[in-house]
């Protein structure tokens, strides 16, 4: 993976069109409330992803509240918070690594129904 990417469904973009292209919608409404982000293989640098939400079909992706580090020695971390939701936003992980991911990275979100 690319440094400073939106992460898909097995796929990541840069800028605009890689906020519109890598993203999954939100089934019901309800509350975010756990990120869990993980490389796969630990780190030199801190690496950081950050939650996005678009309320308005893709138009605009603004950063939520949900942001994790992992930081030197580690692979894997999580972060909880409440970021309210509501059926059929948009979601998306943004990246921000200092370098390519030669194992790439994968996200979770939980939610409260």
């Given at each position: 993976m690319s440094p400073n990417n939106f992460l898909g469904l097995g796929t990541?973009?840069?800028?605009?069109?890689?906020?519109?292209?890598?993203?999954?919608?939100?089934?019901?409404?309800?509350?975010?409330?756990t990120l869990v982000f993980t490389v796969r293989t630990e780190v030199a640098r801190p690496i950081t992803?950050?939650?996005?939400?678009?309320?308005d079909n893709g138009?605009?992706?603004?950063p939520t509240s949900l942001t994790v580090t992992i930081n030197e020695g580690q692979s894997c971390r999580s972060v909880t918070g409440?970021?309210?939701?509501?059926?059929?936003?948009?979601?998306n992980?943004?990246?921000?690594?200092?370098?390519?991911?030669?194992?790439?990275?994968?996200a979770t979100l939980l939610m409260q129904i």
């Open positions: 990541a973009g840069q800028g605009a069109q890689g906020a519109e292209s890598n993203n999954v919608v939100i089934p019901r409404s309800g509350t975010i409330t992803a950050t939650v996005f939400i678009s309320t138009a605009n992706f603004n409440s970021v309210p939701v509501a059926e059929c936003d948009l979601i992980v943004f990246v921000t690594a200092p370098n390519a991911l030669q194992a790439g990275a994968a």
